[in-house]
């Protein structure tokens, strides 16, 4: 009898964005973010050529379903070639709005589980040869998370050596993509953006973190989190 082939989880492997990524607007979904970002550990360092992610590694790296892994992934692959992330360019007179899709090329094979896909020439110089300015952080942080929300909180956080974030809510709306009816009522924000994502990132990758509101009038307009791992977290 034959073995079956050891599946290698990709969660062991490095994240590594630059900051204007991280604070930019990456228009994913969760599942197409766990596939782009699978896609950028398992490229390193050569953005150039085709990326094969399995559906095996999928499932193992993100804790899904076997038996759903390439549905998901075949469903995410359709919507990348249309995915792009936007970022906000200051300069003297004003500020220059960018979008960049993240893939130049998509594919799916329906016998072999798998999807390819290529990131587009645009969006490389972002990626490659990173010295400075980036974030790093390993995919495993992100595997039993369920939220894209908290997802983009962990990698604000991670920017940070600080441990704390203070950040406006017109920027912290722009980056989570919150939803116009959210933007209306900052208490939207608070209970279904800020507060779940902090619960999900306590419990999946041991953070204490605290947050607070600063005022300008009635209107809440800045954000403050304050935090660090939990030195326990890792026991059980």
Known sequence: MVA???VKSLSGKDIKIPHSITQSAQGLSLTEKRLVFAAVAKAGKNFED??????AEYAATFEVDADHA???LKAAAKNLRKRYFTLHEKHRKGVMKWEINWMSKVGYEDGAGRVGLRFGEDIRPYLENLKRKFTLYKLKQAGAIRSVYSWRLLELMEQQSSGVINI???DFCFIMEAPE???ANFKNVRVFIIEPAIKELEKTDGWNIEVSYTKLGRKVDKITFKFEKDPQGNLF
């Open 4 to 6: 079956n082939p050891v």
């Open 50 to 55: 085709e990326i094969i992610i399995t559906a």
């Open 70 to 72: 390439y549905e998901q």
């Open 168 to 170: 406006s809510v017109k």
């Open 181 to 183: 009816a959210y933007k």
